[in-house]
């Protein structure tokens, strides 16, 4: 599911605070988590993503690092 969000940054710079695709601790819930946390300014914007294809995407058309520490299975 993608949100439209729209932050007018008033040419703020943004900066990737942190940006991270993950297998979950908990064995019990399936697939990775995908958070990327933005600061602009005095804003702090924190986002999670439904999946993690939704964020690489996302960092990508915005130019964004990110990394992808899933486990890869056997």
């Known amino acids: 599911m ?4 729209t932050a007018r940054t008033n040419g703020e ?3 990737v ?3 991270r695709i993950s297998t979950h601790p ?3 819930i399936k ?3 995908a958070y990327l946390d933005l600061d602009i300014g005095d804003l ?6 439904s ?11 915005h130019n964004f ?10």
Not at 44 to 49: Q, W
Request: glycine share 2%.
């Open 2 to 5: 993608m949100v439209n969000v």
């Open 65 to 74: 690092p990110y990394e992808d520490d899933r486990e890869v299975a056997a």
């Open 31 to 33: 697939g990775p988590v």
């Open 44 to 49: 702090s914007l924190s986002i999670a993503f």
């Open 13 to 15: 710079k943004i900066e």
């Open 51 to 61: 999946t993690a294809q939704e964020m690489i995407e996302f960092c990508e058309a």
């Open 26 to 28: 908990n064995p019990e």
């Open 17 to 19: 605070r942190y940006s």
